[in-house]
């Protein structure tokens, strides 16, 4: 099984910054596409970003030009710098992963998220 863990939310005014990290642990043979994606009360799940094991990026257009995401596969880490951030941007961020694990194919996990709030 492979384990994902979100850090690094919390409250920030508008105009602020914040830096996720979502760290994978566990019986892991590969990771393969990341992706970050946020949970606002009463809205669906929507996708922010992606990120492919050779570090190719995607972004939704309310992210393009403010969040930025990483990847370090050494540590099997994945990162979401948020910067501008705006009020509309206040949700639950969830952390997903592709992964193989050595008992498991290909699977997709999610981790149990981090709250970021954006307000005065």
């Known amino acids: 099984q492979v384990q994902l863990v979100e850090s690094g939310g919390g409250l920030v005014q508008p105009g602020g910054s914040l830096r996720l990290s979502c760290v994978a642990s566990?019986?892991?043979?590969?990771?393969?596409?990341m992706a970050w994606y946020r949970q606002a009360p009463g809205r669906q799940r929507e996708l922010v970003a992606t990120?492919?094991?050779?570090?190719?990026?995607n972004y939704a257009d309310s992210a393009k030009g403010r969040f930025t995401i990483s990847r370090d596969n050494a540590k099997n880490t994945m990162y979401l710098q948020m910067n501008s951030l705006k009020p509309e941007d206040t949700a639950v961020y969830y952390c997903?992963?592709?992964?193989?694990?050595?008992?498991?194919?290909?699977?997709?996990?999610w981790g149990q998220g981090t709250q970021v709030t954006v307000s005065s």
């Open positions: 566990g019986s892991i043979r590969s990771i393969d596409d």
């Open positions: 990120i492919t094991s050779g570090g190719r990026t």
């Open positions: 997903n992963a592709d992964a193989t694990a050595y008992n498991r194919n290909l699977y997709s996990y």
